[in-house]
């Protein structure tokens, strides 16, 4: 089973940056891990995707965020940062990490990043 453990976020001003991280950990193996992504979800919206990373290098970001925010995957294969940059109010939401393994898609506990106008 897949533990996903996330890190970063926060208050910024709009036009600031953010990091977030997700580590994967438990009894798995990284060559197994098919997807590492970012959604988010605001208040009364419905969760949507923000940018995940497939095994093979390939990456889906939303239209909303592409050329702000770079999503990528350490080496090892078990830890995706989402680089938040220029960042604005509509920003504002509870981001989650989903790892894909075995077939099945793991989530985190989510975390708040707020930006402020």
């Known amino acids: 089973q897949v533990q996903v453990v996330e890190s970063g976020g926060g208050l910024v001003q709009a036009g600031g940056s953010l990091r977030l991280s997700c580590t994967a950990s438990?009894?798995?193996?990284?060559?197994?891990?098919?997807?590492m992504g970012w959604y988010r979800q605001a208040p009364g919206k419905e969760r949507e995707l923000v940018a995940r990373v497939f095994s093979d290098g390939r990456t889906n970001y939303a239209d909303s965020v592409k050329g702000r925010f770079t999503i990528s995957r350490d080496g090892a294969g078990i830890r995706v940062t989402l680089q938040m940059n220029s960042l604005k109010a509509e920003d504002t939401a509870v981001y989650y990490c989903?790892?894909?393994?075995?077939?099945?898609?793991?989530w985190g506990q989510g975390t708040q990043v707020t930006v402020s106008s």
């Open positions: 438990g009894t798995i193996f990284s060559f197994g891990i098919l997807t």
């Open positions: 989903a790892i894909g393994y075995s077939g099945k898609l793991s």
